[in-house]
């Protein structure tokens, strides 16, 4: 059994959060282009980027991406979270674009937690929530 003292002092940040790509150029590209992660090494088969605040984000190639999400409700939830402060100049970009993505909705029915999700060349879906008055250390 694992004591739970021990672990607060052993564990202590996530470092990396991985995703299923088909092309690391890709990928690389759209989320230095539409996030601002910067690239920190890249080889034909994964690349790790990094924004700060936050872990790595370390793209790994396979043959036959299965999109990263899970529906709950009839409803596609993704896994990785990106935050902003402009969440309307945001899905403005990836619209003008022509990239995937979901109206605006508001997390819990709060005004100002407006979010929408956009989907990664790969298919999986990225959210991108505003929360500007967010009081929760680390964010």
Known sequence: MINTEETKSLVNTVVQVRLPVRDIDE??????KYFGFTHCWKTENESDLKL????YLFLKRVEQPL???FVSEGKPYAVLCIKTSNVFECYRT???ANEEVTEITHTW???RFPEFNVTDPSG????VANYPDLHIEGF
Do not use: L, T
């Open 67 to 69: 999109p990263i999400q």
């Open 124 to 127: 999986n879906v990225i959210n």
């Open 52 to 55: 700060e605040p936050g872990p």
């Open 109 to 111: 029915n709060i005004d």
């Open 94 to 96: 990836f619209v003008e």
């Open 27 to 32: 990928s690389v590209a759209w989320y230095e």
